[in-house]
Nanobody, 125 residues
Framework: QVQLVESGGGSVQPGGSLRLSCSISSSSSSPNVVGWFRQAPGNEREFIAAWKRGGSTFYGDSVKVRFTISRDNAKIMSYLQMNSLKPEDTGVYYC???????????????????WGQGTQVTVSS
């Protein structure tokens, strides 16, 4: 079993930055894939970013360049650095994990078995 706990959400003005953290605990081996999705009211979950063991990273088109995913293996944490935030970045951000995901399925929410409870991010002036 894998448990994920997000933190770091909050309110920020457009153009600002936030860093989300995801604490990862596992009763067996640490997951090889960690990702972030977000969901705005009335919308489906949207892929934001993913990290695969070995260092490969993947990003959604709407956040490329502005967001950076990282993983601290020593602390067993994942981070999502979000810069140049826009109002359309508002939503609940979820940390997610899987033992393995093929690259062609990395952006699909159904590829991930484990989910955190989510943290709210609000970008507004």
């Amino acid at each position: 079993q894998v448990q994920l706990v997000e933190s770091g959400g909050g309110s920020v003005q457009p153009g600002g930055s936030l860093r989300l953290s995801c604490s990862i605990s596992s009763s067996s081996s640490s997951p090889n894939v960690v990702g972030w999705f977000r969901q705005a009211p009335g919308n489906e979950r949207e892929f934001i970013a993913a990290w695969k063991r070995g260092g490969s990273t993947f990003y959604g088109d709407s956040v490329k360049v502005r967001f950076t995913i990282s993983r601290d293996n020593a602390k067993i944490m994942s981070y999502l650095q979000m810069n140049s935030l826009k109002p359309e970045d508002t939503g609940v951000y979820y940390c997610t994990a899987a033992a393995y995901v093929i690259n062609s399925a990395i952006r699909r929410s159904e590829s991930y078995a484990y989910w955190g409870q989510g943290t709210q991010v609000t970008v507004s002036s």
